[in-house]
C-alpha cells in the first residue's frame, strides 16, 4: 500500500528512494513474475495429456541458452521482489488487535502468505531444477514427479503442493490489487471494491490452474504407481505352484 492509501497496520514508505523501490517491486511482481507464473501453471496443465506432452512443455527447451535466459527471467525479479519484500516485512508492525478492518485482515494474510510463498519456491526451486540439473544431469522427470505427487513418500508432497499452490494465488492476486492503486489505476473506494472483483477473478483462474495441474500429476502418479504393483504381482501370478 501506499502512503495515500495506506490501511492500519502497513508502513508508510516516504522519499524518492523509497518511492522508486516501492514501484520497482511492485512492477516486477507483475511484469514479468505474475505472467511468468500464469504461463508456467498453463504448461502445467499438460499433465493431463501424458508424459511427453509435459516435458515437453515444462522441462524441454530449445537449447541452452533458452533454459538459462528463461532462468534469469524468472528468478531474477523474483530474487529482486524478494528482497524487497522482505525488507518491508520487517518494517510492518501489524495492528490487527487495534483495527479489525477487512483491509487490514487482507494485509495480514499478505504479509503470512508472503513468508509461506518464499519458502515454497525456494524447495521447488531446489527439487524442480537445480537438482534435476546440477546433481542428476538431466531436466525434471514427468514419472518421478507425478510418483511423488501421488505416494508423498519421501514427505508430504501433495500437501506442501496444495498449501504453496495456495499461497502463490493469494499473494499474486491480492498483490494485483495493491499493484494498481499504487499505480494510480484505482484512485477511489468505489473503483477499489469494483476491482476487488478482477482480483477475486485472478485468484480463482490461478488456484484452479495450480489444483488442476496437481490433479493432473497425482492421477497420471495413481495410473503409473497401479502399472507398477501390476508389474510386480504378474510373475507371481504366472510361477507354478510350489508342491
Do not use: C
Not at 60 to 65: G, Y
Not at 86 to 110: C, E, H
Not at 175 to 191: C, D, K
Amino acid at each position: 500500500m501506499t502512503a495515500t492509501t495506506a490501511s492500519p497496520g502497513t508502513e508508510v514508505e516516504k522519499g524518492p528512494s523509497a518511492f522508486f523501490k516501492t514501484r520497482l517491486g511492485s512492477l516486477l511482481a507483475v511484469f514479468p513474475l505474475a505472467l511468468w507464473t500464469a504461463n508456467h501453471l498453463w504448461q502445467n496443465l499438460a499433465a493431463f495429456r501424458g508424459a511427453a506432452a509435459w516435458e515437453e512443455a515444462v522441462t524441454h527447451h530449445p537449447s541452452p541458452l533458452a533454459e538459462a535466459l528463461g532462468a534469469v527471467v524468472a528468478l531474477g525479479p523474483l530474487l529482486v521482489h524478494a528482497v524487497w519484500g522482505l525488507a518491508r516485512l520487517f518494517q510492518w508492525r501489524p495492528t490487527v488487535g487495534s483495527y479489525t478492518y477487512y483491509g487490514n485482515m487482507k494485509v495480514i494474510l499478505q504479509r503470512g502468505s508472503a513468508v509461506g510463498v518464499l519458502l515454497f519456491l525456494l524447495a521447488h526451486v531446489y527439487l524442480a531444477w537445480l537438482r534435476p540439473h546440477v546433481v542428476e544431469g538431466h531436466g525434471e522427470e514427468f514419472e518421478d514427479l507425478a510418483r511423488e505427487m501421488f505416494t508423498s513418500g519421501d514427505g508430504p508432497t501433495l500437501v506442501v503442493y496444495l498449501l504453496g499452490t495456495l499461497g502463490v494465488a493469494y499473494h499474486l492476486a491480492n498483490g494485483l490489487q495493491t499493484w494498481a492503486v499504487g499505480w494510480g489505476l484505482v484512485g477511489s473506494r468505489m473503483a477499489l471494491r469494483k476491482f476487488e472483483f478482477v482480483s477475486l477473478a485472478t485468484f480463482a483462474l490461478l488456484l484452479a490452474m495450480s489444483w488442476g495441474a496437481i490433479y493432473g500429476l497425482y492421477s497420471a502418479g495413481r495410473e503409473i504407481v497401479a502399472k507398477e504393483h501390476a508389474a510386480q504381482a504378474a510373475p507371481n501370478a504366472d510361477s507354478p505352484p510350489s508342491p
